[in-house]
C-alpha cells in the first residue's frame, strides 16, 4: 500500500464507452481484442479486464506472461494472447491458459517441445507475421516452414495470425500502411491453402480500426483507444476520458525577492511569490522536460504553473495569484487535453505519458 497521497482515478464507465465507440467502428461479426499489457497502459489492468468481460469483449492481449497471469488470478476467463512470450518461461502459458504469439522460429519450436511435454492437445497458438515493422514476427516467405514444423503436431492448433501496422495514425504514410495489408492478406490465403482452414486474422491497433477499416478482418486489437486517445484530437474529442490524477498540497511557500526555489536554482523570485510543493515528481511520470513552466496544475480551479526543475518525489508550483492552502486538492491533469499538452511539452505521445505513470501512484476506481 502506497503512503503517497497522489491518486490517479480511473473511470471505468469511460473506459466502457470508449469500447462501445470502437465496437460501433467495426462489423458486428467482427471480435474486439482488448489490449490491457502494461497494467492497462498505467491504469489498472485487472479492473479495465473485469468490466470489459462483463461488456462482451472477446479476447485480451498483454505482453508478458505474468500480466496475464495476474488477470487469470482476478478471475479474468476469456481467452488472452500473449504478444511477447519468453523463452524461459513459456511453461508457465498452458496451466495459466494463456496463448502464445508464437513469433519466430526459436519461439515455436520451443513451445512445440513444451506442448508434447505437457501433453496437449490442439492448444490455442498465434502466428505473428512481420509485414515491415520489423519487431515482432515471421516473414510471408517462412509460411512453408512453418506449415511444415506444425502440420503433424496434434497438440497445438493455429487460432490466428496477424500482423502490426507501422504507421496507421500517419496519413503520409497511407501507401505503406495499403501495402502491408495487401501482404497480409496474401500471407492469408497461402495460410488458408496450407492449412485448409482460415484461422482468426487481425491486423489493426487503435488508429488502424479508425483508418483503415479494410484491415478489420476477423477482429481489432485496441489499447490506446480504451484509454482514451486515438492519435487524433478530433477522434480524441468522441472518446471519453479515462485518467485523472490528483494530489495535496503538502506546503505552502512565502519565497521571497531574490531567493531561488527548487535544485540548482531552477526558479528565481524576481519578486516575492507564494509556490505550493506537490507530492509527485520524476519518479512518478512527471518528466523533468515538463519543469520550468512547461505545465501547469489545477489547484482551485485555477492554474499553477510548475517553476524550476522538478524532483524526483515533488514538484513546487506557483500559487501566488491563487488562494489556497496546504492540504488542498491539486489536479496534475483530468482532461484528454491535459494529458495530450503534458505529452506535446515532454516531446513525446500519450503511450508514454500514461505507462509512465509509477507504482507509488494509487489507482483508485470510479
Ligand atoms: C500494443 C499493441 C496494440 C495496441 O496498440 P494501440 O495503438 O495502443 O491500440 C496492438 N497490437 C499489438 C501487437 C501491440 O503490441
Known amino acids: 500500500m502506497s503512503h503517497s497521497p497522489t491518486v490517479l482515478e480511473i473511470s471505468l464507465s469511460a473506459v466502457e464507452h470508449n469500447f462501445n465507440y470502437f465496437k460501433s467502428k467495426v462489423s458486428p461479426g467482427t471480435k474486439m481484442l482488448a489490449v490491457v499489457k502494461a497494467s492497462g497502459y498505467g491504469s489498472d489492468a485487472i479492473a479495465v479486464a473485469t468490466r470489459l468481460e462483463e461488456k462482451g469483449v472477446d479476447y485480451f492481449a498483454v505482453a508478458y506472461a505474468d500480466e496475464g497471469i495476474a488477470l487469470r ?11 511477447h512470450p519468453q523463452f524461459g518461461n513459456l511453461d508457465l502459458l498452458s496451466s495459466h491458459s494463456l496463448e502464445p504469439n508464437l513469433y519466430s522460429e ?3 519450436r520451443e513451445f512445440v517441445r513444451i506442448s508434447k511435454m505437457q501433453n496437449l492437445q490442439s492448444y490455442p497458438v498465434h502466428l505473428k507475421f512481420n509485414t515491415g515493422l520489423n519487431r515482432l514476427g515471421f516473414r510471408g516467405e517462412s509460411m512453408k516452414k512453418i506449415h511444415a514444423l506444425l502440420k503433424d503436431e496434434k497438440t497445438l492448433r493455429v487460432k490466428s495470425i496477424f500482423s502490426h501496422l507501422v504507421a496507421s495514425e500517419d ?3 497511407r501507401e505503406f500502411t495499403l501495402q502491408q495489408i495487401q501482404e497480409f492478406k496474401a500471407i492469408a490465403q497461402e495460410f488458408e491453402k496450407l492449412w485448409g482452414y482460415t484461422p ?9 480500426v479508425l483508418n483503415y477499416p479494410e484491415a478489420h478482418f476477423d477482429m481489432v486489437r485496441v489499447g490506446l ?4 486517445f486515438a492519435n487524433d484530437t478530433s477522434e480524441d474529442g468522441k472518446l471519453r476520458n479515462v485518467l485523472s490524477l490528483k494530489s495535496v498540497i ?12 527548487g535544485y540548482n536554482m531552477g526558479h528565481t523570485a524576481h519578486a516575492s ?27 482551485n480551479g485555477k492554474k499553477a504553473p510548475v517553476i524550476g526543475n522538478v524532483c524526483m518525489d515533488m514538484i513546487m508550483v506557483d500559487v501566488t495569484e491563487i488562494n489556497c492552502e496546504e492540504g488542498n486538492e491539486v489536479v496534475i491533469f483530468d482532461s484528454q487535453e491535459d494529458i495530450t499538452t503534458m505529452a506535446d511539452q515532454a516531446h513525446t505521445i500519450s503511450y508514454e505519458i500514461l505507462t509512465a505513470l509509477g507504482p507509488r501512484i494509487r489507482r483508485k476506481i470510479i
Open 73 to 83: 488470478n482476478a478471475g479474468v476467463v476469456s481467452p488472452i494472447l500473449v504478444l
Open 106 to 108: 526459436k519461439i515455436l
Open 171 to 173: 496519413f503520409q504514410s
Open 200 to 208: 482468426l486474422r487481425h491486423m489493426t491497433n487503435t488508429s488502424g
Open 225 to 228: 483507444g480504451l484509454y482514451g
Open 250 to 261: 503538502s506546503q505552502i511557500h512565502e519565497v521571497r525577492k531574490g531567493e531561488t526555489v
Open 273 to 299: 511569490l507564494r509556490t505550493a510543493t506537490i507530492p509527485i515528481g520524476h519518479a512518478d511520470g512527471i518528466f523533468r522536460s515538463l519543469g520550468q513552466k512547461k505545465i501547469s496544475v489545477k489547484i
